[in-house]
């Protein structure tokens, strides 16, 4: 039987949340060590590309207070006093730019699928990674290590939908991935645009976006005029009881559909047949059987 990897459970079954007790000597799998800053190598795998630095100056400022709350998570480099960092790359670099020589870790194995994996799950959870780079993450483990779109989705805590559509951000032109990445437009315009079929339309589309500064709702309904859609007509609202009742007598008797429609004081009744003989029919109780031999 195939171990579990317990992935699916989020950082919070891997990284205990709250006190510890500072150790130190030959790193242990599992137990926390107070681990050497400069000995500790970024996550070659890690999602997220970029950081804000306002944010990484206020954790600096929390760490030279209070200290780092929450250990980071490493496994083992090539050499035994090495280590490459698995998830907590922003408490590892806040730590560095507070001057401490030492970050409280746990030292971990995984793999280079786990590496990727933990920093993805930490990253999501906590809702630091950008679209893109969430998509890229999702297409390493779907491309390099084969991993089918629910199994993503289940190691994430995302439905299959979810991780599916984040992919297909990806299939965009590099313009508008560009314009996602730098905050221009949002995830909800971005996937609009992928209701366009060509690269060009899209990228006309997003030229049309930004100079008009356009909306989600707006740049659907752009979307859909370019697509050749009609844009949806807004439901009629429903006859009045007493126009449905008139409605109900006329068709009990002429034995057929007929509506009735008001336009100020006036309006129109229009009665339906279908057959030829329907109509004669209706055309005699109408206008008399005399009338119509004649």
Known sequence: MTKK??????LDALIPVGDFTPMSGAPASGGVL????????????????????????????????HGVIQPILVTRGEKHDHFTLVAGERRLMAARQAGLDTIPAIVREASEQEQLELALIENVQRADLGPLETASAYHLLDEEFGLSHEE???????????????????????????????QKITEGHARALLGLATPQSQVAALQTILKQALNVRQTEELVRRLSGEKPQSAPKPPAPPEIKALEERLRGHFGTKVTLSRRGKGGTMVIHY??????ESLLGQILGDSEIRS
């Open 34 to 65: 107070q681990l050497p800053v400069n000995a500790i190598a970024p996550n070659p795998r890690q999602p997220r590309t970029s950081f804000d630095s306002a944010e990484l100056a206020e954790l600096a400022a929390s760490i030279r207070e």
């Open 152 to 182: 993503i989705a289940a190691r994430v805590g995302k439905s299959r939908t979810a991780v599916t559509n984040t992919l297909r951000l990806l299939k965009l032109p590099a313009i508008v991935q560009q314009s996602l990445a730098e």
């Open 274 to 279: 279908y057959s030829d003989e329907e109509l």
């Open 5 to 10: 990897s317990g992935l699916g459970k989020g």
